[in-house]
Nanobody, 119 residues
Framework: QVQLVESGGGLVQAGGSLRLSCAAS????????MGWFRQAPGKEREFVAQ????????SYADSVKGRFTISRDNAKNMVYLQMNSLKPEDTAIYYC????????????WGQGTQVTVSS
């Protein structure tokens, strides 16, 4: 059973940085796509970034492009989200997610980690 555990959230001032981590277990992950999503209060969950485990191809939401970087560590089964130049509108619960094929819906989710950006 695939398990995803996020960490690294917290409170930061606007313009600051945070790095989120996602520890993945219970799968081989080769061929998986790993993603970060977020949900702000009163809003729907939205896509933030994705990385293909094999090859490392990445994609980003327009709202975070140039500020956030997704990466993975194959040896440690870890996925990271480096967030720079944070804005108050980045405040949300951030979720790590996985899917066993690049095409399709995300089927595995972590419990989320809170990111709060103060102005």
């Amino acid at each position: 059973q695939v398990q995803l555990v996020e960490s690294g959230g917290g409170l930061v001032q606007a313009g600051g940085s945070l790095r989120l981590s996602c520890a993945a277990s219970g799968g081989t992950f080769r061929g998986y796509a790993m993603g970060w999503f977020r949900q702000a209060p009163g809003k729907e969950r939205e896509f933030v970034a994705q990385i293909i485990w094999s090859g490392g191809m990445t994609s980003y939401a327009d709202s975070v492009k140039g500020r956030f970087t997704i990466s993975r560590d194959n040896a440690k089964n870890m996925v990271y989200l480096q967030m720079n130049s944070l804005k108050p509108e980045d405040t949300a619960i951030y979720y790590c997610a996985a899917k066993i094929q690049v095409i399709g819906t995300y089927t595995y989710w972590g419990q989320g980690t809170q990111v709060t950006v103060s102005s």
